[in-house]
């Protein structure tokens, strides 16, 4: 909940909070150092209440009017049709699709068609084309294509959850292009972060999950009105998951190789789309 007033405790604010109730507007009243302090739900239009609080104390009669909130602002996965999270759909159709085709690595000829650049494996070595020599060739799908390609079961389960989860809300809220421009931003910047310390053999689209909550997550802490919602301590979740990778703990655990690189520019590349996620502004 968001305080919306600031007034002194003898002040009677029953006949105002009277009508809040009656319009079912969530609110709380909270005794603090001599102050009562209104609280209403993040649905609600918190400036109107403020109007409402100077019409009341001017005179106004509360009778004559009515109070909007904003509880159609909120996302609610639940309601999700397949046309409104179409790109959600979407990134998740293309994970599986590629990932078959690689037969989860094991096709070298997809593999190759696939990763950000072409390889080739001689004898017991790997020998790849340069990331100028990929642009020159004009080949720039590569640049994102890492990021359908997956290598277990539990890796496609485990990220596309998390795409599930973060990518509906995102185009929910803000729209289909709303949400490939944080993909391409973060999966290209993950891709090319990944390439420069380990070549082309990678994928997944752990970059582009990270890159979403960080987003999301810097989001509802910077904006008041429009939400994603999701739980702050998921930053403190990703922030010990890259702690454990780059320590070599999870790859230890037998979770195999781990694009930490990816990780880390994925997530700050999240942080940095914020200014331009806002240029698309809620729905």
């Known amino acids: 909940m968001i305080p919306v007033l600031d007034v002194p ?16 507007v969530p ?10 302090i209104l609280l209403v739900s993040q649905t609600v239009d918190a400036e109107q209440v403020r109007t409402l609080y100077r019409f009341w104390r001017d005179g106004g009669d509360l009778d004559a009017v009515e109070i909007r909130t904003n509880r159609k602002r909120r996302v609610v996965p ?3 049709t397949p046309l409104r999270i179409r790109m959600t759909l979407a990134l998740i159709g293309l994970s599986f699709l590629c990932t078959l085709l690689i037969g989860f690595g094991g096709s070298e000829q997809w593999m190759a068609l696939l ?48 795409v599930w989860v973060v990518g509906q809300r995102i185009e929910l809220l803000q729209g289909s ?23 082309p053999m990678f994928g997944g689209m752990s970059g ?4 979403l909550l960080g987003y999301t997550w810097l989001w ?10 999701l739980p702050p301590a998921l930053m403190g979740l990703m922030v010990l998951w890259l702690a454990l990778g780059f320590t070599g703990v999870l790859e230890g655990a037998g979770l ?5 690189t990816a990780h880390l520019v994925g997530l700050l590349a999240g942080l940095a789309w914020w200014p331009l996620g806002r240029l698309f502004g809620p729905r």
Not at 132 to 144: D, K, P, T, V
């Open 9 to 24: 405790l003898d002040e009677d604010l029953a006949p105002f909070t009277a009508l809040l109730w009656e319009h079912e």
């Open 27 to 36: 609110h709380r009243v909270l005794e603090k150092e001599g102050r009562q």
């Open 78 to 80: 639940s309601m999700a």
């Open 115 to 162: 990763t950000l650049t072409d390889f080739r494996i001689v004898g017991e070595g790997i020998r790849y084309d340069s990331l100028e020599a990929m642009l020159a060739s004009g080949q720039w799908w590569r640049l994102i294509t890492p990021i359908f390609l997956h290598f277990s079961v539990l890796h496609i389960l485990f990220n596309l959850l998390w």
């Open 177 to 199: 292009w709303a949400l490939l421009g944080v993909v391409l931003f973060s999966g290209i910047a993950s891709n090319v972060a990944q390439y420069l310390i380990s070549g």
């Open 208 to 211: 582009v999950v990270f890159g």
């Open 220 to 229: 509802d802490r910077l904006e008041s009105r429009y939400r994603f919602n």
């Open 256 to 260: 195999g190789a781990i694009a930490n």
